[in-house]
């Protein structure tokens, strides 16, 4: 008994969410032999986990979230032969359309792994408009999945391994060895709470504490006739002033000063003008961000317009139908990773900007090593 509450079962390791970093936390400690057991209130992975484009965009990264995205490309990789989902080492596109973002790429180039392109490569790539196109580059290291079935997936493979889910499950408080939950107490050696933005919900004095908020994003998905498949992920000008590696320079605060002069109205989007095709041909565009600590749920037809407007003037393509649109929520704080190790045993863990997928499962096997005192997985176990 803690606090007078008294245990129903124990685990070595209990974890809170079921979204990409607490599959990751429990991925780490199943593969230790640690007995694991994950609370969710949902009755599967539903959140920002599966909200997304399937991007991971480890190239863009630079200091703590390249080496946690590096760590999990080989995580991702091993998990898709394991569990059996589609993956595929595609690489990404970026198309220029201004030589400013030549400009930022060829910076970002010199310390490898971009490869320049020209056009008429870049067009042999991607079913893109000829107008306007100037250039792009290769990102060699990343990854492409289908969010929607590789989460479903890592969960059946972790339970063949022993993670017992407990879904439609939520935890109403924590402490040092146990968790409180809505069908009782659960007493273990350690706990995880990978909530994402919903920390606050139940650590709130840890989420005011660091400023979590809310980031609310639009995104679609569209069906449409294109004359060749789109060979990777595709990035824009839009891009590059959102990821680590390339806004960071000089160069890109000059293309961001003309994005934002030349559209004023996308700029009002917080836009990330992106693109994947997934395996059934069909592709999701987006995306468009507001932060909030309490996003409303309401989502302006502008953004959807601006996605398609923007499609149409970029790829060779055919009428787009739209088969859904929806609303992601990620945790957005000033730093790009929450990890607090306030309450002894507890360990919160969140990505904050928007690059969960990508850094998500790394950022869950090096803390928790850390934090717990684990030696490293051993090679070649599941």
């Known amino acids: 008994m803690i606090g007078g509450w008294t245990f129903r079962d124990s685990a070595d390791l209990i974890v809170v969410g079921s979204g990409i970093v607490g599959l990751g936390a429990a991925y780490a400690a199943v593969r230790r032999g640690l007995r694991v057991v994950v609370v969710d209130r949902s009755d599967a992975p539903v959140g ?56 930022v790429l060829e910076h970002a180039a010199q310390d490898g792994g971009i490869r320049m392109l020209d056009a008429a490569e870049l067009r042999r790539r991607a079913p893109l408009r000829v107008e306007g196109l100037v250039g792009g580059a290769h990102i060699e290291t990343d990854l492409q999945t289908d969010p929607r079935a590789a989460a479903p997936a890592i969960v059946r493979h972790l339970t063949s391994l022993g993670v017992e889910f407990r879904f439609r499950t939520a935890a109403l408080e924590v402490a040092t060895g146990a968790v409180r939950t809505t069908r009782g107490v659960i007493s273990a050696g350690a706990v995880v709470v990978a909530a994402n933005h919903d920390v606050d919900q139940l650590l709130p004095e840890v989420a005011e504490r660091v400023g979590i908020e809310r980031c609310a994003l639009d995104m679609m998905r569209i069906a449409a006739d294109l004359p060749r498949p789109l060979s990777a992920p595709l990035l824009t000008g839009w891009s590059l002033v959102r990821y680590g590696r390339f806004a960071e320079s000089t160069a890109a605060q000059a293309l961001r000063e003309r994005l934002h002069a030349e559209r004023p109205d996308l700029a009002a989007l917080d836009l990330n003008q992106m693109y994947t095709q997934l395996p059934d041909g069909t592709l999701i565009l987006g995306d468009s961000h507001a932060t909030a600590t309490a996003p409303p749920p309401f989502q302006p037809e502008a953004a959807f317009a601006a996605f398609l407007a923007e499609a149409e003037a970029l790829f060779e393509i055919g009428a787009p139908r739209v088969l859904e649109r929806w609303q992601g929520v990620y945790a957005k704080g000033p730093q790009e990773f929450l990890v607090d190790r306030g309450v002894e045993g507890v360990l919160v863990l969140a990505a904050t900007t928007g690059i969960g997928m990508t850094t998500g499962l790394g950022l869950a096997e090096e803390n928790l090593t850390a934090a717990f005192g684990w030696t490293p997985a051993m090679e070649g176990t599941p």
């Open 48 to 103: 920002a986990t599966i909200r997304n484009f399937g991007h991971l965009c480890i190239g863009a990264q630079t200091g703590e979230a390249r080496r946690y995205a590096d760590s999990s490309r080989d995580i991702w990789l091993r998990l898709s032969r394991d569990a059996g989902f589609w993956l595929r080492e595609s690489g990404t596109l970026v198309a220029a359309r201004h030589v400013d973002e030549i400009a």
